[in-house]
């Protein structure tokens, strides 16, 4: 055998076992190739399953806001009257603290100076409720003879 023999012999081996390797490679991207295909028909189907139950899932939502907007349209009155109860409930807290301060700002006008009036307001009452108890005794007392 020659050199130009055992040169072709060896390039015939070489590409032999180029095209061996060769069709293994194809052979198995062709598998790959098959399984990508299944994979992507099987992500189609369930797409669509999903997509179906998404789109129930978005018309319930939307049933349930509808719902809810009317509910809360129909409580917005109640929210506020009792908005408005505790601007009242405020505002009578405030004048109860306003008056008694003017209560206390007083008692202390009282303390400091104005005993004698005091004294004189209460002598006054307690004579004035006397002649009261006085009179209707004696308009008792004339019934009394009338009935007689």
């Given at each position: 055998?020659t ?30 190739m ?11 189907h ?7 139950e ?36 405020i ?8 008056m ?7 008692r ?9 009036a ?21 308009k ?9």
């Open positions: 055998m050199f130009g023999e055992l040169a072709g012999l060896i390039a015939a081996i070489a590409f032999l076992i180029l095209v061996v390797f060769l069709c293994v490679l194809i052979s198995r991207l062709g598998k790959t098959q399984e990508t295909n299944r994979s992507i028909s099987l992500l189609t369930d797409m669509d399953n999903l997509s179906k998404v789109e129930e899932v978005l018309g319930n939502t939307n049933s349930l806001l509808e719902d809810l907007n009317k509910k809360s349209y129909k409580l917005d009155p109640a929210v506020q009257a009792v908005a408005d109860v505790s601007q009242s409930v505002d009578i807290n405030d004048q109860v603290h306003n008694v301060d003017k209560v206390n700002t007083q202390e006008k009282n303390r400091f100076g104005l005993g004698l005091k004294t004189a307001g209460k002598a006054a009452v307690l004579g004035a409720f006397n002649r009261y108890r006085e009179r209707r005794a004696m008792k007392a004339k019934r009394g003879m009338k009935d007689e």
